[in-house]
């Protein structure tokens, strides 16, 4: 079964960074798609970022440019750096996990499982 714990949300003004983290075991975070998916209130789940076996990190345009996705190697965390924060940020923020070949390993795939979220707030 696979489990993931994310951390780091909290509230910001505008402008401002957070920095999620979500903790994985050794062998998901090593040999499964990883990635961060947020849903605001009355919205559809949004994929914003993904990474696969080797690296590769396709971003949806919404962020790309604003928020960066890695792996902590040290900690088996996967990281979203998340700058330049928007108002419409404000959303609940999950890392998702999946065993999926590499060619779906995109933020418009849906990962199998999921972690219960990190909350953000961007206040204007």
């Known amino acids: 079964q696979v489990q993931l714990v994310e951390s780091g949300g909290g509230s910001v003004q505008a402008g401002g960074s957070l920095r999620l983290s979500c903790a994985a075991s050794?062998?998901?975070?090593?040999?499964?798609?990883m990635g961060w998916f947020r849903q605001a209130p009355g919205k559809e789940r949004e994929g914003l970022a993904v990474?696969?076996?080797?690296?590769?990190?396709p971003y949806a345009l919404s962020v790309k440019g604003r928020f960066t996705v890695s792996k902590d190697n040290a900690k088996n965390t996967l990281d979203l750096q998340m700058n330049s924060l928007k108002p419409e940020d404000t959303a609940m923020y999950y890392c998702?996990?999946?065993?999926?070949?590499?060619?779906?390993?995109?933020?418009?795939?849906?990962?199998?499982?999921w972690g219960r979220g990190t909350p953000v707030t961007v206040s204007s």
């Open positions: 050794a062998y998901t975070y090593n040999t499964y798609c």
């Open positions: 998702a996990a999946d065993s999926v070949p590499i060619w779906v390993c995109l933020p418009s795939y849906e990962l199998a499982s």
């Open positions: 990474i696969d076996i080797f690296g590769s990190t």
